[in-house]
């Protein structure tokens, strides 16, 4: 119901996304988290190119992402594995785009396919980029934050579009233990906002929001009724 998911953005705190992410979970305020540590490299990747370009594709409906960018996750970050000619770009997002205190940071098993339009592509995606080079460099939770925020100091990282968003409407995302696929839906990226001024995560509201100061963003969420292949979602949740 409405007040589940409510529940779910305000205990949990910012995804990317995510996107994953956070955003998506709903465990108790005081949860152990289940994966302590990095897994080596090979779980986070998908041996199968094609199956993780189909999966990235998944997020958008084919109008959308037919004609997108493709990114896939080797070993030292993110490569292009199609090029596009719509200016969206297409691709499955890990655990560590999300916050730091995410109980599946380091879950192998998440996978949250995302389709960026061009200002978030622009603006959002090197975000993204910058946290997955940092951790497959090495680098733990709190060198990779550290790294973000002086990336952000230093304007590295830029500043979000007007009108930044996404599509997260694949059914075979993984966005957490205990969350699957959780439902499709809209993500909005803004500079941090009152999620008041969009009249989120107020009841019988269809707006959910979500606040991360160390991405410095909020994400406005909006559930909508058919995953990208054009079936309806049949959650629970409506």
Known sequence: MKGKILRTITVSGCALLVALGA????????AKPSYPAMA???????????AEIALARSAAPVSVSG???VLVLGRHGYETAVKGKNG??????R?????????????PKLHGPLCLNPQAARTYLPLTIKKTELILAGESKAQMSDGIK??????ELPTLEPGAMCYMLSKQGYLGDGNGHWRPHLMFFVPQADAKT????LPGSPILASESAQDRLTIFMIPVAKWSDGTADSSDDH
Request: overall charge negative.
């Open 95 to 107: 655990g560590w785009t999300a916050g730091i205190d995410f109980p599946d940071f380091w879950n």
């Open 198 to 201: 969009w009249g989120a995560n």
């Open 23 to 30: 955003a998506w979970q709903a465990p108790a305020q005081d």
């Open 40 to 50: 080596p490299i090979e779980q986070y990747l998908i041996a199968d190119r094609s």
């Open 88 to 93: 969206f770009v297409c691709l499955v997002e």
């Open 150 to 155: 002086a990336a952000f100091d230093k304007k």
């Open 67 to 69: 004609n997108a960018e």
